[in-house]
């Protein structure tokens, strides 16, 4: 069975500053994919990054970067020069083999990041 | 959005009653999921439909049912409403592809007095 563990409940961070989120996983699988997910106050669902298991660097959507450790079974979230409205929930998620299920994910519990003026 | 909308968004119902939630996609997207969303768990996979009329279960799936007789339409019922399924619930889409996104709908918020 595939496990998702966010251990920050919530985070703190300074405007304009860079902030990391920790995610680590639990798999048997060779072949699975990454996923990050920002939930703001409204409810929705944004997706911001991914990372598959087998691509050699690690992710990059313009301020926000993926550090995979796939030795470590961890994919942590870079969020650089932060801002107000990137206040918010933040998932983790992990995507498995291709089966009937597709793109079935398993989420991590999230973490609160608030960020001060 | 990705053409993915949900009905009701908001529903408060009693303990025993039945209540259909539905999902809606219009980009045809082969995969529709239902996950609940509760404070501490994430979200968690109550159902998936892999096709017309082709469902499975996930890690919740005691006490709900699925439907889908067409490609846009998944819906999700709660046969008699307990008070353990009050939750936020969402609907999700994708193609097939290992890289591709699930998309998500906005929401439900079932409440279950």
């Known amino acids: 069975a595939q496990k998702i563990t966010q251990t920050q409940p919530g985070m703190f961070v300074q405007e304009k500053e860079a902030v990391t989120l920790d995610c680590t996983y639990d798999t048997s699988d060779q072949s699975y994919g990454l996923f990050w997910y920002k939930q703001p106050s409204s409810g929705e669902m944004i997706f911001l990054i991914y990372?598959?298991?087998?691509?050699?660097q690690n992710a990059t959507e313009g301020r926000y970067s993926l550090n995979f450790q796939k030795a470590r079974k961890s994919a942590n979230l870079v969020i650089s020069a932060s801002q107000l409205g990137d206040s918010a929930m933040y998932f983790c998620a992990m995507r498995g083999p291709n089966n009937n299920a597709g793109n079935m994910l398993t989420f991590g519990g999230g973490t609160r990041l608030m960020v001060k003026p | 959005d990705a053409g993915i909308t949900q009905s009701p968004r908001h529903k408060v119902t009693e303990t025993g009653t039945p209540v259909t939630l539905r999902c809606h996609q219009t980009e045809n997207h082969r995969y529709m999921y239902w996950y609940r969303q509760d404070p501490g768990h994430g979200l968690r996979l109550i159902h998936y439909?892999?096709?017309?009329?082709?469902?499975d279960k996930g890690e919740v799936s005691d006490g709900y049912s699925v439907s889908r007789s067409k490609t846009e339409d998944f819906l999700l019922t709660l046969e008699s409403a307990t008070s353990s399924q009050t939750s936020v619930y969402f609907c999700?889409?994708?193609?097939?592809?290992?890289?591709?996104?699930?998309?998500f709908g906005p929401g439900t918020r079932l409440t279950v007095l």
């Open positions: 439909s892999y096709g017309v009329k082709d469902t």
């Open positions: 990372q598959g298991s087998y691509d050699e």
């Open positions: 999700a889409a994708t193609t097939s592809g290992a890289r591709n996104e699930q998309f």
